[in-house]
């Protein structure tokens, strides 16, 4: 079974920037779209984003333009720039390997997420 390890949460100023990591212990499928996800204290887990083998990337309309997907398969590590963050991207987020098209379903048990607080 993969162990997923997210880090490079915080706390941040709004308008401030992260960049979360998330580390496979063992090798993420190389056919296979990663997401990452967050949730928010009370509310359900959603996906943030989400990147194929291919490097097409996919994201919610509210962080689009702020956050930026990537991924390094021989490294077994898949990235979230956040910039421009405000106080509602503060959750905690977590990584996962798709097992759907839509991502909706994932592969793995999940991490222990890293959390991001947006405050003044």
């Known amino acids: 079974q993969v162990q997923l390890v997210e880090s490079g949460g915080g706390l941040v100023q709004p308008g401030g920037s992260l960049r979360l990591s998330c580390a496979a212990s063992?090798?993420?499928?190389?056919?296979?779209?990663m997401g990452w996800y967050r949730q928010a204290p009370g509310k359900q887990r959603l996906l943030v984003a989400f990147?194929?083998?291919?490097?097409?990337?996919n994201y919610v309309d509210s962080v689009k333009g702020r956050f930026t997907i990537s991924r390094d398969n021989a490294k077994n590590t898949v990235y979230l720039q956040m910039n421009s963050l405000k106080p509602e991207d503060t959750a905690r987020y977590y990584c996962?390997?798709?097992?759907?098209?839509?991502?909706?379903?994932?592969?793995?048990?999940w991490g222990q997420g890293t959390q991001v607080t947006v405050s003044s």
């Open positions: 063992g090798s993420i499928s190389s056919i296979n779209a």
């Open positions: 996962n390997q798709c097992k759907s098209p839509s991502c909706t379903v994932v592969a793995f048990s």
């Open positions: 990147i194929t083998t291919g490097g097409s990337t």
